[in-house]
């Protein structure tokens, strides 16, 4: 079982360019949820899913958007991307007792 | 939106002390969970506490949530190098699910 994946590991990105980060989840887990970590501020979350067909904005959603077409998959697309989205990435899904288990995380440079 | 506020932000301590991580907020919790997070990966649980209170216990670890579900604590006993790392804490008020996280507590215990 491989649980969460996330692709890419990292990524250089030019001002202005549309970029899709994947996350899929093996756990058949309802929720979904992508955070943002960033020093000094901690995880910030973006978007959430209950379930497939549903999303939901978080605490920082401006600039970001996300589908969920299948239990599995849960993409975070930037339309047009800017420095300020340089971050971590985290995809995370929700098991038992609100456990949240999170993918490796995709690491974004914007330029 | 609900803070958790941790305290210390950075901790360097010698291999064998003991150590104290607090996480405290105003609102109050349906759970709170405490995570680990190492340089490069993912944050991962180490545990839930959900009742006012309650007190668990891993290994040399003790987490303890305040009766009145507004704080909590991580204890750590004897402190080993391999403790080192990014303490998280993260409640649920109950509503969507969707964790708000604290900023983290940097733990650096050297040899």
């Known amino acids: 079982i491989a649980g969460i994946t996330q692709a890419p590991t990292s990524q250089i990105l030019a001002a202005g360019r549309r970029m899709t980060l994947r996350c899929t989840q093996d756990?058949?887990?309802?929720?979904m949820y992508w955070y943002r970590q960033d020093l000094g501020l901690g995880l910030r979350l973006i978007h959430y899913?209950?379930?497939?067909?549903?999303?939901g904005k978080g605490e920082v959603p401006d600039g970001y958007s996300v589908s969920r077409a299948n239990t599995d998959d849960f993409p975070l697309t930037l339309a047009s991307a800017v420095p300020s989205q340089t971050s971590v990435y985290f995809c995370?899904?929700?098991?038992?007792?609100?456990?949240?288990?999170f993918g490796p995380g995709t690491r974004l440079l914007v330029l | 939106t609900q803070l958790l506020e941790q305290s210390p932000q950075f901790l360097s301590i010698q291999e064998g002390e003991n150590l104290t991580v607090y996480c405290n907020s105003s609102?109050?919790?349906?759970?709170l969970q405490w995570y680990r997070q190492e340089p490069g990966e993912g944050p991962v649980l180490l545990v839930t506490?959900?009742?006012?209170?309650e007190v668990k216990k891993l290994k040399r670890l003790t987490f303890q949530f305040g009766d009145a579900r507004k704080d909590s604590s991580l204890h750590i006993t004897a402190a080993q190098t391999g403790d080192t790392g990014l303490y998280l804490c993260?409640?649920?008020?109950?509503?969507?699910?969707?964790?708000?996280f604290g900023k983290g507590t940097l733990l650096t215990v050297n040899p």
């Open positions: 995370a899904s929700r098991g038992l007792q609100e456990t949240q288990y």
């Open positions: 756990m058949r887990h309802n929720a």
């Open positions: 899913s209950n379930t497939a067909g549903t999303t």
């Open positions: 609102s109050v919790f349906s759970s």
């Open positions: 506490v959900v009742t006012g209170g």
């Open positions: 993260a409640g649920d008020v109950g509503s969507n699910y969707k964790l708000t």
